[in-house]
């Protein structure tokens, strides 16, 4: 050691020598002195004299104040201002005085005062290996990925070391290992930087981490070091895929299954580390979307959830493509299928499809003809997909199986009519063999297309229309109506009338139909005292190929209107006007005829039913006129007082609607007794011979109706014994009009039914198609149950029963009058009429021959005149009309040529009054005072000598 040290002293002696001369021969050459002096010298180490080496006084030193000229406050050196040396302040560290430069130069000036002079001096610090390399830090990470390539460098932080030259670094050294090796890399000054370099691929999943030691050495002899730790640690690198538990998954489950329902879980797991080995699992993107309808993937878990409705007929079987990822910066992905197997369920009914279908067929069409062709299809499998088909319905089809399976063909079985069923609906029935068997049904509707084969039909065979008289040409009177039972074409139907040239139909040259509607126009007035009736033929023809065509018979029957005004008859002068004079004598009692004022009127019914009535008066005391009859009578006694000679005016109007009128005037002379006597026997000379020819004409009229009529009569019994009568409550007609009840009595002859109306029927009526008459049906207004009662034993009519004709609608009916709702129904007696309570009982066959009976015997008791009048016989049995009874009409009936009045008995005569006036009351019949009873007239005393006699 202390060999060592005196070695030391040596050399730096020597280098101080060596400084010395260097300093002298660096003065000398350029006035410069540059020393050179060791570090870790201690303090007051002489580095030079730099008075002799510059050449200075040295006694003048201190005098001229020698210094050295420092910044700082510790200087490294001071010169002794005695002899001029250069002297160390103290210990010098290089590394501290020149850390960053290579070569450590020190720049010194100093100073001489007096004159003043400056020189300057050079100190080169020499370095000494004092430092041993160090690492900045004991110990370093390394975090290298496994997935870096064999070659690759990696830079390793510097040693320092704060010697200079060869004292600093100079070489590294690393310990021996498999994986890497050290690389030095020369950057000159700034020194030597080591390298690590991968030399064999590494693998985390092998070795986790390797320990590195690398030693640092300087230049000094012996040389220095430093050493540093170094960890590498390998970084996981995403180098393994997820890898599944299984091969395979498979797995199974049934349709339908509940939401939520667990199916499988799958596992799968990576070798990495960290987030490379968190796993997520999800669908992959070659699945079906709609899968993810139906199942849900647990991302974490790899649990597969039923989502949606599992159905086996859309699908028995899934295989799901499950990828499992890891969460590496660069994922991988590892698929694995998942065999999901759907087990059938029977949850689908049969499903019924019409592959082909006709939903219309002909009516024609023969039996066996396809209508649809039908494929039953059930979705579920075995036994639940067996399919049982059937027709719920019991129609003329059936199914017939095809040659392939589950089709069918539905077939018609029987002939189709349009007319009875013009639409079917089918339904067909398909159930399942499934222990729980499902069903299902599915309509069809067959629609049976139509053939023209019905001919077209008229609502009424034949028709009757009445047609007021005086009606305006060119428009409808009345339409007629035929009906097809087929449909479109085929039930077009137009309408002509038949035209044959013949006598018969002559009179359609004045009728009109219309072809489309069946209305038929009159192309002029019709008159009812000229035309009565008149029929022809209406042909309907429909629009099928080929057309079919029918006819049918249309009675037409004129109606009256009011037309006619009344025609005086008497009195009547030589000019013919309506003017009379009446002689009588003074001395007549009160109720005396005077005369009778006849008139007639062409039109029937109400419109032929006359009323008279006292227009002028001189004397209101004096004379009356019954507003039926005509009559004129005295109210009282003359006196002597009343003037000789009366005027009367007698009005004589219609009962239409709209009423027409005529008067007469009647000149009433007073005459003495003598006088009157004579001219009565005049007259009553002249009215016996009227009454004979009166006589005559009723025998001849009176035999050859009722000889008609007892034809008739045995005619009907006859047709009747050859059916059932059916007289049920429906033929007997209620019309209940201002309170009178009235009754219609039906009968039938053959396809034609008869009937005999009351007087009162309501507005609802209607005509009874098939009647020869005009005859009105009244709906029937109510039901009854009680039983038929017996007819009495004598069923006749007064004449206060057989009113005139009542109502609007009731001009030409024969009327029966029945028990009015007043009058209490009698047990028995000849003028007792049948029936009790509010409704008669429907007459039996032997009460309507019976009233047949009374009508033909008020045909016999009735008088009439051969011509058109009120109640003449070619008016009351005319074919357009029935049996008409106007009682009080027979005190008003005029024969031409004749004077003769023709009256019943008093006493039935004031029974018909009393019976009209109830019936209709007049409407003046407040206003006239009550005349007296009628004196009978010579005829009337002829009738009642006769049945006295009897």
């Known amino acids: 050691m202390e060999q060592r040290r005196c070695d030391a002293r040596k050399a730096r002696r020597r280098r101080l020598a060596v400084g010395i001369v260097c300093a002298v021969l660096w003065s000398m050459a350029s006035a410069h002195v540059k020393y050179s002096v060791s570090e870790e010298l201690k303090e007051g180490t002489v580095v030079g004299n730099i008075a002799r080496d510059l050449g200075l006084d040295k006694s003048t030193l201190k005098n001229r104040k020698y210094r050295i000229v420092s910044s700082t406050a510790d200087p490294l050196f001071h010169v002794d201002q005695n002899d001029g040396s250069l002297y160390t302040s103290r210990k010098i560290d290089r590394e501290e005085v020149c850390e960053r430069s290579s070569a450590c130069l020190i720049n010194l000036k100093t100073v001489l005062e007096n004159p003043l002079e400056v020189h300057h001096v050079s100190v080169e610090i020499l370095d000494v290996n004092d430092h041993s390399p160090s690492f900045p830090m004991r110990e370093k990470t390394l975090e290298i990925s496994e997935s870096v390539l064999t070659g690759v460098r990696i830079p390793l932080q510097a040693a320092r070391d704060p010697d200079s030259g060869s004292f600093s670094v100079q070489q590294y050294k690393l310990n021996p290992n498999d994986h890497f090796r050290l690389e030095v890399k020369d950057k000159g000054k700034d020194g030597k930087m080591p390298i690590l370099i991968v030399q064999k691929p590494l693998d985390r999943e092998a070795t986790k981490s390797h320990t590195l030691l690398l030693t640092a050495l300087d230049g000094g002899k012996p040389p220095k070091s430093g050493e540093i730790d170094i960890f590498v640690n390998i970084l996981d690198t995403n180098d393994n895929a997820p890898v599944f538990s299984k091969d395979i998954y498979s797995v199974t489950l049934e349709e339908n299954a509940p939401l939520g329902t667990a199916v499988i879980q799958v596992n799968a797991t990576d070798a990495d580390d960290g987030t490379n080995a968190e796993i997520i699992y999800s669908f992959s993107n070659s699945v079906d979307p709609s899968l993810n309808e139906l199942f849900e993937l647990n991302p974490s878990t790899g649990e597969i959830t039923v989502k949606g409705l599992v159905n086996y007929e859309e ?167 035929a009906v097809d039972q087929d449909e479109n074409e085929n039930a077009h139907i137009s309408y002509h009338i038949f035209r044959d040239g013949s006598e018969n139909n002559k009179l359609t040259s004045f009728l009109n139909i219309n072809s489309e509607n069946g209305d038929v126009l009159a192309l002029k007035s019709f008159d009812f005292e000229t035309l009565k009736r008149f029929q022809f033929q209406v042909v309907a023809t429909d629009c099928g190929t080929p057309s079919l065509s029918s006819n049918v018979t249309v009675n037409v029957f004129i109606l009256d209107q009011n037309d006619n005004p009344p025609v005086i008859l008497y009195p009547v002068s030589a000019n013919g006007s309506a003017e009379g004079v009446e002689e009588i004598p003074r001395n007549v009692n009160a109720g005396h005829l005077v005369t009778k004022v006849r008139a007639y009127d062409a039109d029937i019914g109400y419109n032929g039913w006359l009323l008279f009535s006292l227009q002028e008066l001189t004397d209101h005391s004096l004379f009356a006129l019954d507003r039926y009859t005509g009559q004129i009578r005295t109210l009282r006694s003359f006196t002597e007082t009343d003037e000789a000679e009366h005027k009367l005016v007698i009005l004589v109007k219609d009962n239409g609607n709209v009423s027409l009128s005529a008067t007469a005037t009647v000149t009433v002379k007073l005459v003495e007794p003598k006088e009157a006597f004579a001219a009565s026997d005049v007259k009553g000379s002249a009215k016996d011979e009227e009454d004979n020819n009166v006589t005559f004409y009723l025998m001849i009229t009176l035999g050859s109706v009722s000889t008609l009529f007892l034809i008739s009569i045995i005619v009907l019994i006859a047709m009747q014994c050859s059916k059932t009568t059916d007289y049920s409550s429906k033929y007997l007609q209620e019309a209940n009009y201002d309170g009178t009840l009235c009754n219609s009595i039906q009968y039938r002859s053959g396809e034609k039914r008869y ?56 001009q030409y009916a024969t009327h029966i009058r029945w028990t009015p709702k007043s009058v209490k129904r009698a047990t028995g007696g000849p003028e007792v009429a049948m029936g009790t309570g509010p409704w008669p009982q429907p007459p039996t066959e032997a009460e309507q021959l019976q009233a047949l009976m009374a009508a033909a015997n008020e045909v016999s008791e009735a008088t009439a005149t051969l011509g058109p009048g009120t109640m003449g016989l070619s008016t009351r049995y005319s074919p357009q009309f029935t049996l008409q009874h106007v009682p009080d009409y027979r005190q008003n009936v005029y024969i031409p040529g004749s004077t003769a009045t023709l009256t019943s008995n008093p006493q039935q005569q004031a029974t018909a009054q009393q019976a009209t006036q109830q019936a209709l009351p007049p409407p003046q019949a407040a206003a006239q005072p009550e005349p007296p009873k009628a004196a009978q007239t010579p005829a009337s005393k002829k009738k009642s000598t006769k049945k006295e006699k009897k």
Request: hydrophobic content about 30%.
């Open 315 to 481: 699908k028995d079987m899934y295989e799901i493509e499950i990828e499992a990822s890891d969460k590496g910066f660069a994922p991988l992905t590892t698929e694995k299928s998942v065999l999901i197997k759907i087990v059938d369920v029977n949850d689908n009914p049969p499903e019924i499809d019409v592959t082909s279908f006709s939903s219309s067929i002909p009516e024609n069409s023969r039996p066996g003809t396809t209508v649809a062709l039908i494929s039953v299809n059930d979705l579920d499998s075995g036994l639940n997909g067996k399919v049982i088909c059937s027709i719920r319905e019991d129609v003329p089809f059936f199914l017939s199986p095809s040659s392939q399976e589950k089709m069918y063909s539905l077939v018609t079985t029987s002939p189709l009519d349009r007319e009875t069923q013009s639409r079917y609906e089918i339904t067909i029935a398909a159930k399942d063999a499934g222990q729980q068997s499902l069903s299902s049904e599915r309509t069809m509707t067959v629609l049976v297309s139509d053939v023209n084969d019905n001919n077209p039909e008229f609502s009424l065979s034949p028709y009757a229309f009445y047609v007021n008289e005086n009606n305006e040409p060119g428009i409808s009177v009345f339409s007629v109506k």
């Open 755 to 810: 009937m005999l109306v009351g007087p009162r029927m309501s507005i609802g009526s209607t005509v009874v198609p098939g009647s020869n008459a005009n005859t009105l049906v009244v709906p029937d207004r109510r039901q009854t149950s009680e039983k038929q009662k017996p007819p009495n034993n004598d069923w006749r009519f007064t004449q206060g029963q057989r009113p005139g004709p009542s109502g609007p609608n009731m």
